[in-house]
């Protein structure tokens, strides 16, 4: 921390001070840090009362910015009396079934892949420019493909968040097996090691931490879809749900639903972390 | 009695115009502690890597009781600079892991790794996590792996260049110790001079451009810590501190320093 307002001070030269206190001038042997996290609280807070006093002062419509008390009043209600036929508890399983649906899907395909990407040349050249190809292209634009091919059932939902979930994993899997010290491979391979051996025993345990990381990065990407794969045809879902409200300018829910969503993200999140610390303690401390 | 040979083996790599080594013979045998040294560049690690079959000859031959040496294998263990254990598995696991690759049962390689921990010293970190040890148990480890497979050979590619002095002194009285009680052939590269000293049976000087042989040493001081006579001793000998100044005259012979 130090060291970037080390690097960003302007190089002053010296008399060009004009007697202006100039807080980089001398170093201070105390320094009193503000954590990080509190000014996150402090940024949180702020734009609460911000939300709250802009809605109770109706210098906007509530249906365009409901308060945070209706949009929490309607929380309560929706998660008891639920809306449009499903609990919000119903809703949100419905979403995270599908993301992990997609998430063991991608799993399956992408960490092969992946491997394939990272010790074979036939491998990189197959499947690279495929995952190059599919990276780059928003989800809401293979919709209506995948609808053609598959129809509007509960696979074509899956399978649109496994897609945007394949690249994420495919490649951390392959920058993971590709970062194998050639020394742990070699030592391996003295010992007595086939290459199947050298695969299963050191190669996938090496990569594990990178694979983690794709995970974490795919999950991020397939509940970001979530929204776009729950448009059509779909009865549950908080996609659906906020495309309902939506549609009633039912702004509360839309509001509510967002919020959902990103606090789900964020519990994921934190889940993966946890998971990554469990199963990879020695990730970062080679 | 087995025998790890190099006929006159070349090394070139892919892309490269110059032989990293020319011609040069080795014959190892059970028992020999051969180390190689010479300055960067003398093809110290290549050929270290033929005998381990993971550097393919150029020209000349590498064998093993005869037979031509096509690829690694557990006859041959490495034994590298950086431990390249596996970080995931405890030390005991570690060490295992040539017994696993081989369907050894579970309670048998755990017992059998833990002997070979106590021979290295290591006897109660057996359930250690490998970023719990220091370099120098990180090495011990590293040497008890090699030693589980049972080797015939054990190839070591400068395995204390990465420990402190103090720690690669006493790091190298391990070596001879286990080097003594696994009845194995040893071959080492390293820069060290005064472990060169004590820890061969024959020294192999190379130098540079491409890499060839200049001189061998027979030498006998790790024979004389073997039978018994302090390490202290053995470098405190006039003869210690002769053979020391005709080794570094080898290998920078030609050279103006």
Redesign the interface.
């Known amino acids: 921390m130090s060291v970037s307002a080390y690097s960003e001070r302007p190089t002053a030269k010296a008399g060009e001070n004009d007697g202006f206190s100039v807080p980089w001038s001398r170093p201070r042997p105390k320094r009193t840090f503000v954590s990080a996290r509190l000014v996150s609280a402090i940024t949180i807070l702020l734009l609460l009362i911000a939300w709250t006093a802009s809605a109770s002062l109706q210098l906007v419509s509530p249906v365009f910015l409901p308060s945070p008390a209706a949009v929490w009043a309607k929380f309560v209600i929706v998660a008891r009396d639920g809306f449009v036929d499903a609990t919000l508890l119903q809703h949100l399983l419905a979403s995270l079934w599908r993301v992990f649906a997609a998430l063991i899907a991608a799993i399956l395909v992408g960490v092969p892949v992946g491997l394939a990407i990272g010790i074979s040349r036939i491998g990189r050249g197959v499947f690279d420019p495929l995952l190059e190809f599919l990276r780059p292209i928003p989800p809401l634009a293979y919709l209506p493909l995948i609808i053609i091919w598959f129809g509007i059932g509960e696979p074509s939902k899956i399978l649109v968040i496994a897609i945007a979930m394949l690249a994420p994993v495919a490649l951390s899997t392959a920058a993971g097996v590709r970062g194998v010290?050639r020394?742990?491979v070699?030592?391996?391979?003295?010992?007595?090691?086939?290459r199947a051996?050298v695969i299963r025993?050191?190669i996938l345990?090496?990569a594990?931490p990178s694979i983690l990381t794709g995970l974490r990065i795919a999950l991020g990407a397939g509940w970001s879809t979530l929204v776009a794969a729950e448009l059509v045809a779909a009865t549950r879902g908080l996609g659906f749900m906020i495309q309902s409200a939506a549609q009633f300018l039912v702004t509360d829910v839309v509001v509510m639903g967002i919020l959902v969503i990103a606090i789900i993200a964020f519990v994921l999140e934190f889940i993966i972390r946890r998971i990554e610390r469990v199963l990879?303690?020695?990730a970062g401390?080679? | 009695m087995s025998h790890l040979i190099l006929d006159k083996v070349s090394v070139l790599y892919d892309g490269q115009k110059a032989p990293a080594v020319e011609r040069v013979s080795l014959d190892i045998s059970k028992g020999d502690f051969v180390v190689l040294v010479g300055r960067s560049g003398c093809g110290k690690t290549s050929l270290l890597n033929v005998a381990a079959g993971l550097v393919e000859p150029s020209g000349g031959l590498a064998t093993v009781d005869g037979r031509p040496i096509t690829g690694p294998g557990s006859d041959r263990a490495v034994v590298f600079q950086n431990d390249a254990l596996f970080p995931w598995l405890t030390a005991r696991e570690n060490v295992a892991f040539a017994l696993r690759l081989r369907g050894v049962s579970a309670d048998k390689r755990a017992r059998r790794a833990d002997e070979l921990l106590s021979l290295v010293k290591l006897g109660d970190a057996g359930d250690k996590r490998i970023w719990e040890l220091s370099g120098g148990m990180r090495q011990r480890v590293g040497l008890a792996r090699a030693l589980a497979a049972e080797p015939e050979f054990l190839l070591l590619d400068e395995p204390l260049g990465a420990l402190d002095a103090l720690t690669r002194e006493r790091m190298q009285t391990t070596l001879l110790d286990l080097w003594a009680a696994a009845q194995v052939g040893v071959l080492m590269v390293t820069h060290g001079i005064e472990e060169a000293l004590v820890l061969a049976t024959r020294i192999v000087v190379l130098a540079p451009g491409p890499g060839h042989v200049v001189r061998t040493f027979e030498t006998h001081f790790g024979r004389r810590y073997a039978a018994g006579e302090p390490i202290r001793t053995i470098k405190a000998d006039p003869a210690f501190a002769a053979a020391r100044a005709d080794l570094t005259d080898a290998i920078f012979e030609g050279e103006a320093v």
């Open positions: 010290s020394e742990r070699d030592a391996a391979r003295s010992l007595g090691a086939t051996q025993h050191v345990p090496s594990l990879v303690p020695w401390r080679e």
